[in-house]
């Protein structure tokens, strides 16, 4: 069965501290795996989409990597901003497009 | 920006009751999704809709639940009766492709069953 496990559940950072969240994921042949923010109340904005161990991407301070166990989400300097719930989630090659999803990292930073 | 519209935004509704969800995915987008997520959790895929057919239910209850989406455009998810632990964020992502593209969500509906 596939799963996806998030830690930590709970992220709280000084304005400028850099972190990394953690994603490991078992899936029976990965087509991808995305990487979403949620602030509260909201329905989650899309961030990254990566396919192939060693993919990395960046946006702004976010920078997603991702290994054949894992998937790491790099927080670098951030602002209040940032403060937000991080969700992963994978998608199966025997699925038709869901998204197994993580139950989240919420993350606050503080000025 | 193409967004993915929901109606209403929140919903409170006794239990027993009938209640109604819609969806206007982004245009152009043949794949939808309803997903329900539980304060503290991950959405869960409920229904996938290819155009107008539905290609992944496993997961919808049906004895309550059923969703439509006619003419492969905009979608209802209907829950009858409702019941306490349907209180949840229902949310509806499109997308263009199924596999290995990305969906982009709406703003959700926050049920809340008394």
């Known amino acids: 069965e596939d799963q996806v496990t998030q830690s930590p559940e709970a992220l709280r950072l000084q304005e400028g501290e850099s972190s990394s969240l953690n994603c490991s994921y078992t899936?029976?042949?990965?087509?991808?795996l995305f990487w979403y923010r949620q602030d509260p109340g909201k329905g989650p904005e899309f961030l990254f989409t990566?396919?192939?161990a060693g993919e990395e991407k960046e946006k702004e301070r976010l920078k997603a990597t991702l290994t054949k166990k894992e998937s790491f989400l790099h927080i670098t300097a951030p602002k209040p901003e940032d403060s937000a719930t991080y969700l992963c989630?994978?998608?199966?090659?025997?699925?038709?497009?869901?998204?197994?999803f993580g139950a989240g990292t919420q993350v606050v930073v503080t000025p | 920006e193409a967004e993915v519209a929901q109606s209403p935004r929140y919903k409170i509704t006794e239990k027993s009751q009938a209640v109604a969800f819609w969806c206007d995915p982004i245009?152009?987008?043949?794949?939808l999704y309803w997903y329900r997520q539980i304060l503290g959790q991950g959405p869960e895929l409920l229904v996938q809709?290819?155009?107008?057919?539905?290609?992944?239910d496993s997961q919808l209850p049906k004895d309550r639940f059923s969703a439509e989406r006619l003419k492969g455009v905009d979608s209802t998810l209907k829950i009858q009766p409702a019941e306490l632990g349907d209180s949840a964020m229902y949310l509806c992502?499109?997308?263009?492709?199924?596999?290995?593209?990305?969906?982009?969500f709406g703003p959700g509906t926050r049920l809340t069953v008394t």
């Open positions: 992502a499109s997308s263009s492709r199924g596999v290995g593209g990305e969906q982009y």
């Open positions: 899936v029976s042949g990965l087509r991808g």
């Open positions: 990566l396919y192939s």
């Open positions: 989630a994978v998608q199966a090659g025997d699925s038709w497009g869901k998204l197994q």
């Open positions: 245009s152009g987008h043949a794949t």
């Open positions: 809709f290819q155009d107008e057919s539905v290609v992944d």
